[in-house]
């Protein structure tokens, strides 16, 4: 026997495409709501013909009584077809019924008692909306822009999840969805590699962003159209599969069922195993097993304690901010790494020395033990803190620390080189006299590298000190050596080196400071616009020396290999002092005199538009 239940306004609808599809099969019509006393018939099959409400009040009862159940689909239905996994054409739907032979049970979602087909959403979970087959790109991009206007004014709330009355976690969240199966969310469709509406459990993804960046991030990589699962669940998004679960808060909590808003002080939701009688085919139906029926629990990074109180007194912040707690145990560590102590000194005075025995033997594996001894990295970067903190006592014990160890190193430097009797421009020397904005981009990454390895415990100190040292110590006993010569040169493009790279790992050692949260910009736009004119006024002259080395590269470019007069141009070297100075290798087929040498001079200076003074060695080629 087959019962059509349908809606008094869809009767004549249902006489015109239903019944002629029954192939003359005993049926009776029931108006829905039906009489409370309506008893079916056992193993009847009970076909409905429904919009999603009045399913929502159905299906519960049918499962409580046992009832075989067929669910067509009504032209206003909007959720009940894709939820169950459903044919989403009336004629296949009644012809699924109709030629069934097997009767499938599926799980039902229940919140508070009432029948969720789609999801059980709390707050601002617009990260994990609802899925919807006719959202597109461009849609998406549009809602994306939406969030964007709208996320200034997003702010955590305080949440207690449990099972069983047993407390899972007191946390925060900007906003909580409950799901099903993976094809009621984007997010679920994204994040769930193996679900089922057969496993007895659902899926509760917590979304716990620290800043609006991380949250924009994500948004940005679900809109990419690569749309299979992520391989991994970003750290902000805390997932939980269960089969009970309870949502509670000291005040009242809003959410919504399928997009209809409700209030509660407690939210349960739970499933019902195997309680549908289906008597058509479900996506499902052919997961006897449930899958993986496995619980998880990965909520490991949602915030608690602290970070969780200050997360609910505040709108969500654009960038990262660290609680005080991290920001004390990291201020402390600072605050000791600044201070001048004997200990400081004779290390800057070891490096200092293994440093400059390493440039006089052109040696540099020595000059890397120099590197790894240097302590100089600790005060700068605890003076970067106290720059976008604007904390005076630590700039104050940055400076003086900094320039007792900028002191001592060119003291020692300059002792050493007045007791070694030579002269000699190794390589390495040579190496650190002219600056450019090329070691000013080394010196940016080093003090990203520096603060970064600082705010982070787990990234070991040392290896970002050894890779920040390369800039410091060596340039600083280079300009020492400029003392002990005498030697302007020497030390004055050294010392700007070291400049360089003091300026260039303050700031942005800083500004990584200041985007890891652990100091807000109002107070650190002092100390930033300070950093910045040291930076200008350093890269002046380092442009200038770029822009020489530029020329220099092209003036070799144009020159090394050319043939002038038969004669051929090697082992060309540019460099500039009061005059451009050129020396090369002639490679001629006989031997040159005065005046074809002449004649050369004035072809090099007519190809590269500058006069020269020329230095000449030639060889013969026999």
């Not at 964007?148 to 009355?165: G, M, P």
Request: with cysteine.
């Amino acid at each position: 026997m087959l019962y059509i239940l349908h809606n008094s306004a869809d009767l004549k609808e249902v006489e015109e495409k239903i019944i002629p599809l029954l192939e003359g099969r005993d049926h009776q019509l029931v108006s829905y709501p039906s009489n409370p006393d309506f008893a079916p018939e056992k193993e009847a099959i009970l076909i409905t013909y429904l919009r999603d409400g009045d399913l929502r009040e159905f299906l519960p009862l049918a499962a409580k009584n046992d009832w075989i159940v067929g669910i067509l689909p009504h032209p206003e239905i909007k959720y009940t077809i894709i939820s169950l996994g459903l044919l989403e054409k009336l004629e296949d739907a009644l012809a699924d019924i109709l030629n069934g032979e097997e009767t499938n049970k599926l799980d039902l979602l229940f919140c508070n008692g009432q029948l969720v087909f789609k999801s059980v959403k709390i707050g601002e979970s617009f990260a994990l909306d609802e899925y919807n087959k006719k959202v597109n790109f461009f849609s998406e991009v549009y809602s994306f822009i939406k969030y964007i206007r709208k996320s200034a004014s997003l702010s955590h709330r305080s949440i207690i999840l449990s099972s069983d009355e047993e407390k899972i976690i007191q946390t925060s969240a900007l906003g909580v969805i409950a799901v099903e199966n993976p094809l009621s969310s984007i997010v679920s469709k994204r994040l769930i590699s193996k679900s089922s509406m057969n496993d007895g459990k659902f899926h509760v993804f917590i979304l716990a962003p620290q800043n609006i960046f991380e949250l924009l991030w994500f948004f940005l990589r679900s809109l990419l159209p690569n749309r299979n699962t992520m391989s991994e669940l970003p750290k902000f998004i805390g997932q939980i599969k269960t089969s009970k679960l309870q949502i509670t808060n000291h005040d009242e909590i809003e959410f919504t069922i399928d997009g209809e808003k409700a209030i509660a002080k407690e939210i349960s939701i739970e499933t019902h195993q195997g309680a549908l009688l289906l008597k058509q085919c479900s996506i499902f139906s052919s997961e006897k097993e449930g899958g993986d029926s496995s619980n998880i629990l990965k909520i490991e990074a949602l915030p608690k304690g602290q970070k969780r109180d200050e997360l609910i007194r505040r709108k969500l912040p654009w960038l990262p901010r660290a609680t005080t707690e991290e920001f004390e145990k990291l201020f402390t560590v600072l605050r000791e790494n600044a201070a001048l102590n004997s200990a400081f000194v004779v290390m800057m005075i070891l490096s200092t020395l293994i440093a400059t025995y390493g440039l006089f033997a052109d040696s540099s594996p020595v000059i890397i033990g120099a590197m790894i001894l240097a302590p100089i990295i600790s005060p700068i970067v605890s003076f970067s803190m106290g720059m976008v903190r604007y904390d005076k006592a630590m700039l104050k014990i940055g400076v003086i620390t900094i320039m007792a160890g900028t002191l001592v190193s060119l003291l020692f430097a300059a002792i050493i080189t007045v007791l070694i009797p030579m002269k000699v421009h190794t390589s390495v020397i040579d190496a650190r006299l002219s600056p450019t904005l090329l070691d000013l981009g080394i010196a940016v990454v080093s003090g990203i590298a520096a603060a970064y390895a600082h705010a982070k415990e787990g990234i070991a100190k040392s290896l970002a000190g050894v890779a920040i040292a390369v800039a410091l110590v060596p340039p600083l006993a280079v300009a020492g050596i400029g003392i002990g010569w005498w030697d302007w040169e020497v030390f004055s493009g050294a010392f700007l080196l070291y400049l360089t790279n003091l300026a260039g790992i303050i700031l942005f050692s800083g500004l990584t400071f200041l985007i890891l949260g652990f100091a807000p910009f109002k107070r650190a736009k002092i100390g930033l616009i300070y950093g910045l004119l040291i930076i200008g006024l350093v890269a002046v002259p380092l442009s200038f020396s770029f822009n020489r080395i530029k020329q220099e590269a092209q003036i070799t470019s144009q020159l090394e290999g050319a043939t002038i007069n038969g004669v051929i141009l090697r082992n060309v070297k540019v460099r500039f002092s009061k005059n451009l100075n050129i020396s090369l290798k002639l490679v001629a087929p006989e031997p040159l005199d005065h005046v074809k040498m002449k004649i050369i001079k004035k072809e090099i200076e007519k190809r590269i538009d500058k006069n020269i003074v020329l230095e000449i060695s030639y060889a013969i080629e026999i």
